[in-house]
C-alpha cells in the first residue's frame, strides 16, 4: 500500500476540493470524499478510530461516575496529546512564531518554507544557499526537541489520571472507583492516597522540567545547529533517529540489510501536510509507547494486578494505535487483487507491491476514464471515489468493531478479576485471623491433636 508521507507528498497543494470544470461531487459520491480525506489525514483519522474503540466500548460499560469521568479524563486528553498537540505546537507554536523569529530577516521566509520538507528534498534544492538549508534543517531538529513535551505529556497522563480521580471523587482504591464493591464495606487506604499524591505530583513536576529543557535545547539547536558540521550531523539524527542507529551499526561491523531497512524507516519527522507540519507516525509511535511504560509506572501505586492488567491490555491498544487499519487494508486489497476487484485503483507498481493512488491522483485517472470510456469526467470520478471508499471503508469498519469489541473483552475480564483475586486474599486473612483466634483459645494438650 501507498504510505501516508508519499500520499501527501504526492497531494496537490490546490486539491481542497476535487472537481472537474464538467462538475463537482454530490450525493453519496461527496460523503465518501470527506471519508477519504479524513482517513489521508492520519490525526482525524486515529482519533476517530480511538474513540470508537478505546472510550466508547468503556463509556456504555462503566460502573460508576468515578469510573466514567476517569477513563473519560484519561481518553479524550490522550487523544489530544496523541493526534493534535504535534501540529499544532509544531507548526502552530513553534514554526510559525517562536522559532520563526530566530533567522535573519532577509532569509526567514526561505528557511520557514523549506521546514516541511524532507531532509534530501532540503539538501537537492538547488534554488536554496547553504545557509538555508542548513539553518531549515537545524530548526526542524529544534522544533521536534521542543516538541519533546508531547510524548513526556503522554508518559505522566496516567499519574494526573490517579490525581484527578484522588482530588474529584476522594479515591484510590480501584475497587472503589468502578463500584466493584455493592455493599461499600471497602475503606480507601490514607497510606495508598498519600502515595498515590505524592508520587503523580513528583511526576508531573519531573515532566515540566524535561518538556522546558527540550525547549531551551530546541531553541539552541536551531540558534547554532548551522555553524558547524557536528551540529547539522546531530540535528539529522534527531530528525531520523533510526537512519543514525543503523550507520552506527554498520561502523560497528553489523551489516545485515534487512534490520538497515527496518531501522532507516524510523523517523521523527513531521509529515508534509501541504506545506504544513503535521503529525508523523515516527512521532506518534514514540508517545504511544512511552505512553504504555507510564500507564504500567503509574498502575503500580494501585497494585501488581492494575500493572498485570496494562500489560496485558495496553500494548494491543499502543499497536492499533501506530498502525490502525493499515494491516486489515493490506489484506482486503490483496483479496481485491486477486479477484480482480477496481483494477484501476488496486495495481502493483514496478516493485511488486500493491498501491492505491491517493486522492488527488483519483481526478487525472477519471479523465483518462472518461476519454476511454467515452463517458463525463465527472461520473468516472464520482465512481472512483466511492470505490475508493469502500476499499479503505470495510476494513477500517471491521478494526473498529474487531478491536472495541477485544479491548472492551479484555477491559471487563480483568476488572472482574482483579475484584475475585482481592476477595479471595481478604477471605483468606479472614480465616487465617479466626484460626489464629482459635489456636490461642486451645487448651495445649489439645493442639496436638489438631496437628
Known amino acids: 500500500m501507498i504510505t501516508l508521507n508519499e500520499a501527501r507528498i504526492n497531494t496537490n497543494k490546490n486539491n481542497k476540493n476535487i472537481s472537474f470544470k464538467s462538475g463537482t461531487l454530490t450525493g453519496a459520491a461527496k460523503i465518501a470524499d470527506v471519508f477519504i480525506k479524513s ?19 468503556k463509556a456504555i460499560f462503566s460502573r460508576s461516575k468515578a469510573d466514567f469521568a476517569e477513563m473519560s479524563f484519561l481518553e479524550f486528553l490522550e487523544s489530544g496529546i496523541f493526534y493534535f498537540a504535534s501540529p499544532l505546537l509544531g507548526e502552530k507554536l513553534f514554526r510559525n ?46 522544533i521536534i526537541l521542543a516538541c519533546a513535551a508531547i510524548p513526556v505529556a503522554e508518559y505522566t497522563l496516567s499519574f494526573a489520571k490517579n490525581l484527578f480521580t484522588l482530588k474529584t471523587f476522594k479515591k484510590s482504591n480501584f475497587n472503589n472507583i468502578a463500584n466493584l464493591d455493592k455493599g461499600g464495606k471497602e475503606k480507601e487506604d490514607k497510606t495508598q492516597q498519600e502515595k498515590v499524591e505524592k508520587n503523580s505530583k513528583r511526576q508531573l513536576k519531573k515532566a515540566a522540567v524535561i518538556s522546558l529543557a527540550g525547549v531551551a535545547a530546541g531553541t539552541a539547536l536551531a540558534l547554532t545547529g548551522h555553524k558547524t558540521e557536528a551540529l547539522q550531523k546531530v540535528s539529522k539524527a534527531i530528525i531520523n533517529p533510526g537512519r543514525a542507529a543503523a550507520k552506527g551499526l554498520n561502523k560497528l561491523g553489523i551489516k545485515n540489510q534487512k534490520i538497515t531497512n527496518t531501522l532507516s524507516k524510523f523517523s521523527l519527522d513531521f509529515a508534509n501536510d501541504n506545506g504544513k507540519l503535521a503529525l508523523g507516525k515516527g512521532q506518534l509511535a514514540l508517545t504511544a509507547i512511552l505512553g504504555l511504560f507510564g500507564y504500567s509506572k503509574a498502575a503500580e501505586d494501585r497494585g501488581r494486578l492494575d500493572v498485570a492488567e496494562v500489560w496485558t491490555r495496553v500494548p494491543l491498544v499502543v499497536f492499533y494505535t501506530i498502525f490502525g ?34 486522492r488527488a491522483q483519483l481526478p487525472e485517472i477519471a479523465e483518462k476514464l472518461a476519454k476511454l470510456n467515452k463517458t463525463e469526467p465527472a461520473k ?49 486473612a479472614v480465616l487465617n485471623t479466626q484460626y489464629a483466634f482459635k489456636q490461642s483459645e486451645t487448651p495445649d494438650i489439645f493442639k496436638k491433636f489438631e496437628n
Open 97 to 142: 512564531h517562536i522559532f520563526k523569529h530566530f533567522s535573519p530577516k532577509n532569509i526567514k521566509d526561505k528557511i520557514n518554507e523549506q521546514i516541511p520538507k524532507t531532509i534530501e528534498e532540503i539538501t537537492k534544492n538547488t534554488a536554496i544557499t547553504d545557509e538555508v538549508k542548513k539553518r531549515a534543517i537545524s530548526t526542524k531538529a529544534g
Open 325 to 358: 487499519s493499515e494491516l486489515f487494508e493490506k489484506g482486503f486489497t490483496k483479496i481485491l487483487e486477486k479477484k480482480n476487484k477496481f483494477p484501476e485503483l488496486v495495481k502493483k507498481n514496478a516493485e511488486g507491491r500493491l498501491i492505491t493512488p491517493t
Open 380 to 428: 468516472e470520478l464520482s465512481k472512483l471515489t466511492k470505490q475508493k471508499a469502500f476499499i479503505q471503508g470495510v476494513p477500517y469498519a471491521f478494526s473498529l468493531l474487531f478491536m472495541g469489541i477485544s479491548l472492551s473483552a479484555i477491559t471487563r475480564l480483568w476488572t472482574q478479576y482483579r475484584y475475585n483475586h482481592q476477595q479471595k486474599e481478604n477471605l483468606k
Open 39 to 57: 482517513q489521508e489525514n492520519l490525526s482525524s483519522t486515529r482519533f476517530i478510530q480511538d474513540t470508537v474503540t478505546n472510550w466508547a466500548p
